[in-house]
């Protein structure tokens, strides 16, 4: 390759890891709790320019690899090639042995037989007019292939009900009078859907009649978490301005509510001991009970933020936004409530962006990259699911059902948002919906008993699923991807990789009091 050649394709490469950078970045001042100031305004307007021309940069990786490999073929001198082909015209080949004989086929056909005419397909992109660079991780040809994520047959009944369930999907994007930019979590109970952001209103609507049912205001800050609870009877939602607050969903009126002199970046549920869990902005964890939101715990347990908690009978955890775990025991002796830690671990190099639990023992972690995280909490070991199709995706959002993993997997090169669903306990992957408007899944909740889905994108609003709907007029694009595990640490992206994981907290270098911490969340209810 000549030096020019060389020069041009590494401004490119620079090109494109600045352009990645400056998106991560504004990514993480969209997560911010507090208002953006005017600068930063302006630089989250400009994502879509940012966007465009890192897509335009990407085409450029491509069209230029490509052309130099036809380069490097048309000047192959001609009389190597012509002592290549005289030497293999004289070898000597044994006639009675055919030249595949030591070489083993494995075919493999996941796809079931009787899906007739459902829209189901093994194309491998992730999004709309995706650009793809060769050498990345997202070129098919790429041949570095960590492992194949596989399960045994003993899943697949339960596989080809859950395809058959969600190989067509409706969607609607719910009417609202709030800001759609800045909406950042939501919750489901059978028909009713919850949702909240920067304006400090919380909108419930009623899918029976497709229409709002309360407006909740009250708030003076962010809402961070909703839970809905009494079986759809009561709402609680939490808040960056401290409080957290029980609302009568049919009424609209406040039943309780409770400061806590830390603003709340998150909420959890712990039913077995009818608490909530919250998780604040500086680091510490509070328990309330459920009946009348009075605290019974509170401590500090994360040097920062808390981003994320997860509960399953007496087991809690929490990750905060440095890569530090917490796992927990919830204890009650003689009325008092207590948080016994039972171990500590930092299960991932990046930042959690997201978590639940199966059970009691295993815990599924969505961060930054490839892959999800299964964490078992007996054997502390760690084993990886392929979720993205190449290292500068992430998870922003995952929640685990009885029967099903469903996981978010956003595509930081496109902006667009796919819902990857799996079986649980086998993990057999089932199918990938495509959001069909572009922005970065906040929270995610589902219903089993209605078997509804809720999103929150912040560009798009509120996107309400509903799987196995025949009377949908419009359904999103359903695919069966080949998903492969790449390894995360390859060379070919190393620097930008490090700043992938370095950059997930920069957000905190535009704020105008550097003395408040960022509280960047993803809610999971």
């Known amino acids: 390759m000549k030096d020019r050649d060389f020069d041009d394709k590494k401004e490119i490469r620079v090109a494109i890891r600045k352009l990645r950078k400056k998106l991560r970045q504004i990514e993480n001042l969209e997560l911010c709790c507090r208002p953006l100031t005017a600068e930063e305004m302006v630089k989250v307007s400009n994502k879509d320019v940012v966007r465009t021309s890192l897509q335009n ?32 015209d004289t070898m000597d080949l044994p006639e009675d042995k055919p030249l595949l004989d030591n070489v083993e086929l494995e075919v493999r056909d996941d796809t079931p037989q009787d899906l007739g005419k459902k829209e189901v397909s093994n194309d491998h992109s992730m999004a709309k007019n995706a650009p793809v660079a060769a050498g990345t991780l ?20 339960k596989k080809y009900e859950l395809l058959k369930e969600w190989s067509k999907v409706g969607y609607t994007y719910l009417d609202n009078s709030l ?52 079986h759809g009877r009561y709402l609680v939602t939490a808040c960056y301005d401290c409080t957290v607050r029980c609302w009568e969903v049919v009424t609209g009126h406040l039943k309780r509510s409770t400061y806590l002199y830390s603003p709340l970046t998150c909420i959890q549920r712990i039913e077995q001991f ?28 994360h040097s920062d933020s808390i981003r994320c908690l997860a509960s399953r009978g007496a087991t809690l955890v929490s990750a905060a936004t440095t890569p530090e775990t917490y796992i927990w025991n919830v204890r009650v002796e003689s009325e008092k409530y207590d948080l016994v830690k039972t171990s500590h671990s930092t299960i991932s190099s990046k930042a959690v962006r997201s978590m639940d639990l199966y059970g009691e023992r295993t815990l599924y972690i969505g961060e930054d990259g490839v892959n999800i995280k299964r964490y078992d909490l007996d054997t502390l070991q760690t084993e990886k699911i392929a979720n993205n199709q190449h290292n500068f995706c992430s998870t922003d959002s995952l929640i685990v059902s009885e029967k099903m993993l469903i996981a978010t997997s956003f595509n930081l090169d496109t902006g667009y948002s796919t819902v990857n669903v799996r079986t649980l306990p086998d ?39 509903s799987p196995n709907d025949s009377d949908a007029t419009e359904t999103v694009k359903v695919e069966n991807i080949g998903f492969r595990n790449y390894d995360d640490t390859s060379e070919e992206s190393g620097s930008e990789l490090s700043d992938w994981e370095n950059d997930f907290s ?19 209810l």
């Open 57 to 88: 940069f990407l085409k450029l990786a491509n069209d230029f690899d490509v052309s130099q490999l036809s380069e490097t073929v048309t000047t192959v001198d001609p009389s190597i090639a012509s002592d290549t082909i005289e030497e293999c």
């Open 274 to 301: 009818g608490l909530l869990a919250l998780g604040t902005n500086g680091g510490k964890i509070i328990l309330l009970t459920e009946s009348d939101l009075t605290e019974v715990y509170g401590g500090v347990i």
């Open 427 to 465: 993990e057999e992957y089932v199918v990938t919906m495509h959001c069909p408007s572009p922005g970065t899944v906040r929270g995610v909740s589902f219903s089993p008993d209605s078997r509804r889905l809720a999103l929150v994108t912040y560009e798009a609003g509120v996107l309400h699923l």
């Open 138 to 157: 997202d070129d098919p040809t790429r041949t570095k292939v960590s492992n194949v994520h596989g399960k045994s047959r003993k899943g697949t009944n």
């Open 506 to 524: 920069t957000v905190s270098d535009y704020s105008v009091d550097r003395t408040e911490k960022s509280g960047m969340w993803c809610n999971l």
């Open 179 to 230: 800001s759609k930019e800045f909406l950042t979590c939501v919750a489901v109970y059978k028909n009713l859907v919850a949702a909240g952001g920067r304006d400090t209103r919380t909108l419930i609507w009623d899918m029976n009649d497709q229409g709002i049912v309360q407006s909740l205001r009250g708030h003076t800050s962010t809402i961070t978490g909703l839970l809905f609870l009494d």
